[in-house]
């Protein structure tokens, strides 16, 4: 997967997470990414509940119908719960799921959606690929790469490490630049924060928006340690390549 393959530009809408940002959005325990590229548009995570997406949807504009994929993280309440407007929407693409996760799957086929059940690198749409780790929860992580520009990774909760992940994704996209999602380090010890730190230097990754499940005292540590730290919210977009 060289660059060859990547999109021409990608721009990320954080739909829905914890922090608030826009007055006329709603926040909420949880995490929602709107992919658009220039040509196609994903859903990474719902959120906890269908209202909130809705109402962010519905405000932004963004049609539901509009989705070429869905890709699930992992089947926890708080990036799952959406998923029941986006069925009464009509929304009925391929949502991409982590294998394990039978429940989920067996409800997204009777809701109307197409499951592709996830267990090694897969490529949901040119340029994009997500793949599986497992630590007591599989998890699915997704990597953008945009062409003349690098890779930009999607992750969810970060429960099987957001070290090993970013590994993953280096290997995948030439050039990681990009991290943004929840990195589930609210009870980390400092040690960990310095490992954790340390992989985002390591892969010279220019921009972390650690948002969701990071945490207050993790958030504090990248604050001041990680140069490349930035502030996530809801409503917060980001763009890359060229349009
Ligand atoms: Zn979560
Ligand atoms: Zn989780």
Redesign the pocket.
């Known amino acids: 997967m060289g660059e060859l393959n990547g999109v021409k530009s990608l721009e990320l809408l954080v739909l829905v997470d914890n922090t608030p940002g826009r007055e006329e959005l709603r926040s909420a325990w949880g995490l929602s990414i709107l992919l658009k590229t220039d040509s196609y548009v994903g859903l990474f995570d719902t959120g906890p509940d269908p209202y909130t997406l809705q109402h962010n949807m519905d405000v932004l504009g963004i049609d539901p119908k509009s989705l070429s994929f869905i890709v699930i993280?992992?089947d926890?309440w708080?990036?799952v719960g959406g998923l029941r407007y986006l069925a009464e929407s009509g929304t009925r693409c391929n949502v991409f799921i982590p294998s394990s996760a039978i429940d989920l799957g067996e409800w997204l086929q009777r809701h109307g959606f197409i499951v592709t059940r996830v267990d090694s690198r897969t490529e949901v749409a040119q340029g994009t690929t997500v793949f599986l780790l497992g630590n007591f929860?599989d998890?699915l992580s997704m990597v953008v790469t945009v062409k003349n520009f690098g890779g930009v990774l999607l992750v969810?909760?970060s429960?099987p490490g957001i070290e090993r992940i970013v590994e993953t994704a280096h290997g995948i996209a030439k050039r990681l630049r990009v991290v943004i999602g929840?990195m589930?380090l609210l009870d980390a010890s400092e040690d960990r924060l310095r490992k954790v730190v340390n992989t985002f230097e390591q892969y010279s990754i220019d921009e972390v928006y650690a948002i969701h499940?990071t945490g207050d005292v993790a958030t504090e540590y990248f604050r001041e340690k990680l140069p490349s730290y930035r502030v996530g919210f809801t409503g917060l977009v980001l763009r890359y390549g060229t349009c």
Request: proline fraction near 0%; aromatic fraction near 0%.
């Open positions: 993280s992992h926890h708080d990036h929860i998890e969810g909760c429960h929840g589930h499940c």
